[in-house]
């Protein structure tokens, strides 16, 4: 049997769960003309979180703009060996080796983002599930070890994958998290979200008033667009090569997260698994959406919700998204019909379809 594997250009750390990957093609110039004066514009690129990130910063004072590239580096290096599955000093990776015998002791952040992913896993009905590591382990999809895992061993992993076998404790003497005995803790659908909001306010901390973050595709933009208007994101095109875009959101202070099976995958006997996992099977999600962009003010939200949606397929996601406040999003569906694009309400005015093979439906109400 031969074994196809894709591996994208950055593979996000944490990403091993039921991740979002999104490409955007950044529509804007290096600089502009704000009023009668030039803003200046600073950036850095790094490789943290196991991808290439980029922050952009536009401001009068370039020396203290890079100054706050530093911090900015810095912190999220900092959330890195806190949150990811793998270091093997960070606090998730500490409440593995437990494997449920003891409760362990974490930190302040990493029990309040394990609470927060247990609240999207109820809300969606587990199909954003922070449990799902034993499944993930197993595929190794993003590795040069990835292969379908022996059933009755996925069996097992499906198994130990439930939410609801957590418990995050608030101690006088700390934070303490205790799973099941063999499960697997794995923050990655959720923990880019969450580092993307602290840099954007720590950046707004520091006095910063317009900037653009990308930390391996989860995009957070605020304050003013170097051009004219608001900012121009394309959305990467889930049937083309990376760099190609189907449509194009015009957004500000918000973020922008994208989950699609299109990134990571490999390929088995003729078939393509990808690395969105269904966490009733154990396989990867068979669903009718080819991607989901989900556009909201908070970068945490928006990540846990695209992976969910991608999950939980068309009818069941336009279900939940009907119930959210303040959550915009465009689904790239595969129907009998071909390629529809639905876009919600709020953002139908900000989304311009690029390419004409796709239909664009009536708005989501």
Known sequence: MSIKIHLPRSIIYLGTAAV???????????????????????QRESYLLGTIIR???????????NNVLDLSMKEIERLENLLSVNIPSSDVSLVNRASGEYPVKVS???????????????????AFDPTVGKIVKLWGIGTESAAVPDPEQLKEAVDMTDFRKVSVLHEVNGTFVQTAKGQRIDLGGIAKGYITEKVKALLINEGVSSALIDLGGNIAVFGSSPKPGKWKLGLQHPFMPRGEYFGIAEVSDVSVV???????????????????????????ALSDLASVTIISEDSTDADALSTALFVMGFERGISLLR??????????????????????KGLSKGFLLKDPAMKKAPEVQ
């Open 20 to 42: 979002t990957l999104i490409l955007i093609i950044f529509l804007y110039s290096a600089n502009r003309d704000n009023g009668s004066r030039s803003l200046q514009k600073m």
């Open 108 to 126: 302040e952040e990493a029990g309040s983002l394990l609470e927060r992913a247990i609240e999207w896993s109820e809300r969606t009905g587990g």
């Open 258 to 284: 994208t989950s699609g099976a299109y990134e990571r995958y490999f390929e088995s006997g003729g078939i393509r698994y990808h690395h969105i996992f269904d966490t009733a099977t154990g396989y990867p």
């Open 55 to 65: 922050i952009t910063l536009y401001g009068e004072d370039s020396k203290k703009l």
């Open 323 to 344: 119930e959210l406040k303040n959550v915009e999003a465009v689904l790239v569906a595969k129907k009998t019909e071909g390629t529809i694009v639905y876009v919600t």
